[in-house]
């Protein structure tokens, strides 16, 4: 199994609601990180996981929290979002050392 | 602070050849490449590691001049699949696990 599922493709919510996007992979690479991209422009990495630890934390917002809660599952809970933060958002896993990344479909959100 | 990526743009036929560069003001531990499809996700090209590596991934190759912090990826007798956006991202030695990436690329092949 070489892929990273990313569940929901897309996703529509209310700025009240909370609801979670989650990650899998099975290679055994045990780095695991969060992105946000934009339309046109690059993804702009969030958090980074290294043995289920966070270990980067790029000063994202508190109503977004990540969860790993295994080497193979990597979530993020959205909470109160605005409507700045509809993105894609991609998920990725790697061995740690930093050889090539394997990025998922992304999950498309939408903040209405 | 990301890597800068140059050109914008480019527009190429078929057969044509493209370089596509990427600079750092900071000293690298690995230059990633990826291409982007519209609607899809980053797909991985290739990783350079060590000063003055070079690789390839069928007609595209590239190099890394550590000295330099500069990277280029070739694009030999483009084909129509080469179409897409191309990022550079930079992973710096003090710096483990944060990739970040370049503006991008965007590259159409014409018939």
């Not at chain 2, 499809?37 to 990783?47: D, N, R, T």
């Amino acid at each position: 199994d070489t892929e990273v599922t990313q569940t929901p493709k897309h996703l529509v919510m209310g700025m009240t609601n909370k609801k979670s996007l989650k990650c899998e992979q099975h290679m055994g690479h045990r780095a695991m990180y969060w992105y946000k991209q934009k339309a046109k422009k690059p993804p702009e990495l969030m958090f980074v996981y290294s043995y289920e630890k966070l270990s980067i934390n790029e000063s994202v917002p508190s109503r977004f929290s990540p969860e790993c809660p295994n080497s193979s599952l990597l979530n993020l809970h959205l909470h109160a979002l605005q409507p700045e933060d509809s993105a894609l958002y991609l998920c990725a896993s790697s061995q740690v050392g930093n050889p090539g990344y394997t990025f998922g479909s992304g999950t498309r959100l939408t903040v209405v | 602070q990301q890597p800068v990526q140059s050109p914008q743009a480019v527009i190429l036929r078929e057969g044509e050849d493209a370089v596509i560069n990427c600079s750092s003001s900071k000293a690298l531990y690995s230059v990633h490449w990826y291409r982007q499809k519209h609607g899809e996700a980053p797909v991985f090209l290739m990783i350079l590691l060590k000063g003055g590596e070079q690789k390839g991934h069928d007609k595209i190759s590239a190099s890394f001049n550590e000295k330099k912090q500069q990277s280029s990826l070739y694009l030999t007798a483009s084909q129509l699949s080469y179409s897409g956006t191309y990022f550079c991202g930079t992973v710096k030695t003090d710096s483990w696990g944060k990739l970040q990436f370049g503006a991008g690329t965007q590259v159409v092949v014409t018939p």
